[in-house]
T-cell receptor, first 118, second 112 residues
Framework: AQKITQTQPGMFVQEKEAVTLDCTYD???????LFWYKQPSSGEMIFLIY??????QNATEGRYSLNFQKARKSANLVISASQLGDSAMYFC???????????????FGRGTQLTVWP | DTAVSQTPKYLVTQMGNDKSIKCEQN?????MYWYKQDSKKFLKIMFS???????INETVPNRFSPKSPDKAHLNLHINSLELGDSAVYFC???????????FGSGTRLTVV
């Protein structure tokens, strides 16, 4: 079974500050991928960053980085230098790979609503 | 040149009607999905097709029927719509060697 937990229903951060959005997961698969998606008020799902379970280094994509702590089963998203346009819902998701990648079923957390204020 | 396109973007309909949502991807991906996002924003998979073959069929009412005429298209047909079907429905696709998804922009279905 797969489970993603996002304990922060809402977060607030001032513009230009960094913010960490928490994500913990539970899986029995030894191989998996972790994703973060952004959903602005317009509704589309925007891919932000990916971390493979066997990747040695933490993933980074511009202002986004993933703080991956495998032993703790956590995959927190760090957004540096927040911008007003970062205000959105953020979802953490896991994709188990152990049965092969064919199924590709994503399991989502319940999301964190981030508000960036000036 | 939209990668995954869904139509319509908004759909308002009365209870009991039958409606379809269409999805097309031009990425050459083998696998397509339907996800439902409920009023609390929770996303859950409904169906998946790989090269026109149904590979995931979650516990959804059989009023929902996916159809994949080819690997670039995955449509969702819903019979006898109920109030509880109101949600945002997302189509997505994924390539064979790419673990990442590409989502469509979603279809907001409102049943009145």
């Amino acid at each position: 079974a797969q489970k993603i937990t996002q304990t922060q229903p809402g977060m607030f951060v001032q513009e230009k500050e960094a913010v960490t959005l928490d994500c913990t997961y539970d899986t029995s698969d030894p191989s998996y991928g972790l994703f973060w998606y952004k959903q602005p008020s317009s509704g589309e799902m925007i891919f932000l960053i990916y971390q493979g379970s066997y990747d040695q280094q933490n993933a980074t994509e511009g202002r986004y980085s993933l703080n991956f702590q495998k032993a703790r089963k956590s995959a927190n998203l760090v957004i540096s230098a927040s911008q007003l346009g970062d205000s959105a819902m953020y979802f953490c998701a896991i994709l188990p790979k152990d049965r092969g990648s064919t199924l590709g079923r994503l399991y989502f957390g319940r999301g964190t609503q981030l508000t960036v204020w000036p | 040149d939209t990668a995954v396109s869904q139509t319509p973007k908004y759909l308002v309909t009365q209870m009991g009607n039958d409606k379809s949502i269409k999805c097309e991807q031009n990425l050459g991906h083998d696998t397509m999905y339907w996800y439902k996002q409920d009023s609390k924003k929770f996303l859950k998979i409904m169906f998946s097709y790989n090269n026109k073959e149904l590979i995931i069929n979650e516990t959804v009412p059989n009023r929902f029927s996916p159809k994949s005429p080819d690997k670039a298209h995955l449509n969702l047909h819903i019979n006898s719509l109920e109030l509880g079907d109101s949600a945002v429905y997302f189509c997505a696709s994924r390539g064979q060697n790419n673990y990442g998804y590409t989502f469509g922009s979603g279809t907001r279905l409102t049943v009145v």
